[in-house]
């Protein structure tokens, strides 16, 4: 019999919906392939989509339209709004120095070790042992004086939710352009930008099942970044090249449901967040949910199982048909201790024995009964092989 | 599953014939340093072993064991070259690594066997030489637990190299046409003195300066470290002698290196440490086929004493080159492995 199988990494990337597929169809075909920037109808066809997606986009953020700037996707978005601020900074005779938070998704803490390695400067703010930014260390930061500071609204790893209202305050009051990557918040927490004062704002397509190569930043003073990479003129120059037509319009659907969606979804994967860690907990009792007792977003929890490793736990997962996720992994393949647990200062043997769960709009409370039933078994496997590998 | 076309191969034939296979690649140090790419061992050497498995429609992971490989392998390595011998870490790999550890990942998930690409044949608990014997990989696996041999799988052992690309080429797999891995594959550009010189201190002993001297005690000149040697080389050596000289001896402890003739080099005997056994031991005065180096042939020899992990043989003909650090592997005349150990 063919096993059942459990997709519970919705964090990592999700199915293209099909009504996001269906408005992307268009765009593909004879009718409205064409080059938006072309002055003959090919081209309106195509422009008259990107338009309309900037707008769905723009209306469900709380931005303008005029503020959307496409990108190949969340890490490009990252990338654009931490080094172009460095750059722009450094234009104007500002500092040529960013400050992030040490739990930042790698496309921002390497973006902010890129500016370092162009002779600029990080600071990495601290956070908590609930994975919240230290308020203390933006202090001293905005002091210092920085060309941007990013802070995630949620944390991919432990969906721990970060007070952005209150950080985007704190940096306009000090004048400095202030970052959020929203990619796993937007559409599982309420996300308004007329609430949260911040200056870019990053969205991922395949997050919210749109296809993988689109992404935006919501740019809401093009002075604050420089373009980083150069060519035809497209948006503003601040990302030029053609426009990924059919991707901006999957966006653009993608969006608008997940909008609609925000309140119910987020409300029913809460409902099996909880399940699923009452019934670990109730199985391995001796598992730790991480950041437990923080502000967290609905979809995502990690769970540290003491005496495992990740590697060896995805593997037995997947060999039983449950897909999920160590938090970070490498390209490779192989898994190394997670920087976030990391720097909320969760210990080592716990650091390597975390896995990730996250929901989607397809799971079902058979999904988490599915994983429920197959997990003791698999950690005693894995906390013996652990044993014998790691002494 | 290195990448290369032997474990693919290997994967391939077990899933004709009808097992449940799993894949899996050990991750055996970091790739991030810009080590060069290479056929196997390199991060798209990962991606290879990857795209085989999924045509295969086998699940395939990567399995991390850089730290026990960094300790059980790349530090016995730079250890034994830092005390004058010339180390087979991929003898070490097999005994510790690849037919050890690895095989706890297999038991948690309750494999019966486990397949390997070596050209080697496992066959009712004994190993034997494998089939094309351009290609016999036997003489690595002298070291792995008796134990092992009954649940090992050679799929290739039987087959010659030419077979082997055939059965890739029939089944399309990317590894196909793939060149062959010869280096170490932790040491870049074979250029395994650079690893030495990242692993050990800048004073090492085995990196400084010593004394080449003849085994009549002479001094001829000096050398750059006796790391840089190894028994039987020719290169880096003055000239000017009346016959080619070879490095006949490496006396760490007062750094010298001693050269001497091409007659020289040949022993007639041998002593082997760390000895294990994929067979019944041998007792003394037991007859026996030894081989030294790999490629090299086996020798007749015979087992003149037996104590504790040690085993000294006389060899019924002198043997060139024999090489502290390099393996010895026994045979019997069936070429079935025997046992080997570490050349003292």
Wanted: charged share 20%; with cysteine.
């Amino acid at each position: 019999m063919p096993k059942r199988l459990v997709y519970l990494d919705n964090a990592a990337t999700t199915p293209v919906r099909p009504e996001v597929l269906e408005a992307m169809l268009p765009y593909l075909g004879p009718d409205a392939f064409g080059n938006p920037s072309s002055p003959h109808r090919f081209g309106r066809a195509a422009r008259a989509g990107v338009e309309e997606a900037k707008r769905t986009i723009a209306a469900a953020l709380g931005a303008d339209p005029g503020q959307v700037i496409f990108t190949s996707g969340g890490t490009e978005a990252d990338n654009l709004a931490v080094i172009g601020c460095a750059l722009a900074a450094r234009e104007r005779g500002g500092p040529f120095r960013v400050a992030v938070s040490a739990i930042e998704h790698k496309a921002v803490l390497a973006a902010a070790h890129a500016v370092a390695r162009l002779g600029g400067e990080e600071i990495i703010l601290p956070v908590n042992g609930q994975g919240e930014v230290a308020e203390d260390g933006l202090s001293e930061a905005l002091a210092r004086g920085v060309a941007v500071v990013s802070v995630m609204w949620v944390n991919n790893e432990i969906g721990v939710v970060q007070p952005v209202a209150r950080l985007a305050v704190r940096c306009r009051e000090a004048g400095v352009p202030f970052h959020v990557d929203g990619v796993q918040a937007f559409g599982k927490v309420p996300v308004s930008l007329h609430d949260v004062a911040c200056t870019l704002f990053t969205v991922s397509g395949h997050k919210i099942g749109a296809p993988k190569g689109i992404g935006a930043l919501v740019v809401r003073d093009r002075h604050a970044v420089e373009a980083i990479i150069h060519g035809g003129g497209q948006q503003f120059g601040i990302r030029p090249g053609t426009e990924n037509v059919p991707g901006i319009v999957g966006l653009g659907a993608a969006v608008e449901l997940a909008a609609r969606e925000q309140a119910a979804f987020a409300a029913r994967v809460a409902a099996l967040r909880d399940e699923l860690e009452r019934r670990l907990l109730a199985v391995v009792p001796d598992a730790v949910i991480n950041a437990a007792h923080g502000r967290r977003a609905p979809h995502v929890t990690s769970v540290s199982i003491p005496g495992t490793d990740s590697e060896a736990l995805l593997m037995h997962l997947d060999l039983a048909g449950i897909a999920c996720s160590s938090g970070s992994a490498c390209s490779t393949g192989a898994v190394e201790p997670s920087h976030v647990l990391t720097a909320m200062g969760v210990p080592r043997e716990l650091g390597v024995a975390a896995l990730r769960f996250s929901f989607g709009k397809e799971n079902t409370l058979e999904d988490v009964e599915t994983l429920i039933g197959a997990l003791p078994k698999i950690v005693e496997k894995v906390r013996a092989l652990s044993a014998v590998l790691h002494r | 599953m290195s990448g290369g076309v032997d474990s693919s191969v290997a994967a391939a034939l077990l899933v004709e014939a009808g097992y449940d296979v799993v894949g899996a690649t050990m991750k055996l140090f970091c790739y991030g340093d810009a080590v060069p790419d290479r056929p196997c061992c390199s991060l798209d050497s990962i991606t290879d072993a990857r795209l085989v498995a999924h045509k295969l429609g086998v699940p395939h992971y990567v399995l991390n064991f850089e730290d026990r490989f960094g300790r059980d392998v790349i530090a016995n390595f730079v250890a034994e070259y830092a005390r004058g011998r010339t180390p087979i870490p991929c003898v070490r790999c097999n005994s510790f690594t690849k037919f050890r550890d690895f095989l706890y990942h297999a038991d948690a998930l309750d494999c019966a066997y486990v397949a390997t690409g070596h050209y080697a044949i496992a066959r009712d608990g004994a190993l034997f030489r494998g089939r094309d014997p351009r290609k016999d990989q036997s003489y690595f696996l002298w070291g792995i637990d008796r134990g092992v041999v009954a649940r090992m799988l050679t799929p290739v052992g039987s087959l010659t190299k030419r077979e082997t690309r055939d059965v890739a080429r029939r089944l399309g797999l990317v590894t196909a046409e793939k060149v062959e891995s010869v280096e170490i594959c932790f040491v870049p550009d074979d250029d395994y003195v650079g690893v030495l010189e990242r692993h050990l201190p800048a004073d090492a002993p085995a990196l400084s300066p010593g004394p080449l001297v003849t085994a009549a005690g002479a001094v001829v000149g000096e050398h750059a470290g006796f790391a840089r040697y190894t028994i039987g080389q020719r290169r880096g050596l003055p000239g000017g002698f009346r016959e080619p000289m070879y490095v006949v001896a490496i006396r760490p402890e007062t750094r010298e290196v001693v050269i001497g003739s091409g007659d020289e080099l040949f022993g007639h005997n041998v002593t082997l440490a760390e000895v294990n056994w994929l067979a019944e031991p041998l007792a003394p005065g037991n007859a026996v086929l030894v081989q030294c180096r790999y490629r090299a042939p086996a020798v007749p020899g015979r087992v003149r004493a037996v104590e504790g992990g040690t085993l000294a043989l006389d060899l019924a003909q002198p043997v060139r080159a024999i090489t502290p650090g390099q393996s010895g592997a026994l045979y019997d005349g069936e070429s079935r492995l025997l046992g080997g150990g570490v050349i003292a």
